[in-house]
C-alpha cells in the first residue's frame, strides 16, 4: 500500500514542472496536526518518496479550517512541484459542498495543476 500512495504522489509530481525544483526540498503540506491518521501516512511515505525523487521531503503541518488553511497554502505556492497536499476526503470532496465560499475552486487547481482534473471528480 505504501508503494502504491508512493507511486500516485510520484506521477503527480511528474506532471508538474520538476526539473527546476531539482534544488529545493519538497514540503509535503498536511491539512491536520501532528500525531492524528494523515499526519502518519504523511510520515511513512515521506522518506520513500524522498529516496525516489532524490530530494529532500519535510512534512509540514498546517492544521485549520478542515483542510482549507494547508490547500490555500499549497496553492499560493509556487507551481514549481515543491509543495504537495495532503488530506482528507473532507477538505477534497466535502468542504466545497458544505461552504459556499472557499478560498480556491476545482477550476482553480486545474489551471495550475492540470492532471487534477484528470485524477479527480471536479465540484464546479
Do not use: H
Not at 24 to 41: W, Y
Not at 77 to 85: E, F, N, S
Amino acid at each position: 500500500m505504501i508503494r502504491s500512495c508512493v507511486a500516485w504522489i510520484a506521477a503527480g509530481l511528474l506532471a508538474v514542472p520538476i526539473a527546476a525544483a531539482q534544488d529545493k526540498v519538497i514540503r509535503l503540506v498536511v491539512a491536520f496536526p501532528p500525531g492524528g491518521p494523515v499526519d502518519f501516512v504523511a510520515r511513512v511515505i515521506a522518506d520513500p518518496l524522498g529516496r525516489e525523487l532524490n530530494q529532500r521531503v519535510i512534512v509540514e503541518n498546517k492544521p485549520g479550517g478542515n483542510g482549507v488553511v494547508a490547500a490555500q497554502g499549497v496553492a499560493q505556492a509556487a507551481a514549481d512541484g515543491t509543495a504537495l497536499w495532503l488530506t482528507s476526503v473532507g477538505a477534497a470532496a466535502i468542504n466545497p459542498v458544505l461552504y459556499e465560499k472557499l478560498p480556491m475552486t476545482c477550476n482553480a487547481i486545474s489551471r495550475r495543476f492540470p492532471w487534477w482534473s484528470t485524477t479527480t471528480n471536479c465540484w464546479s
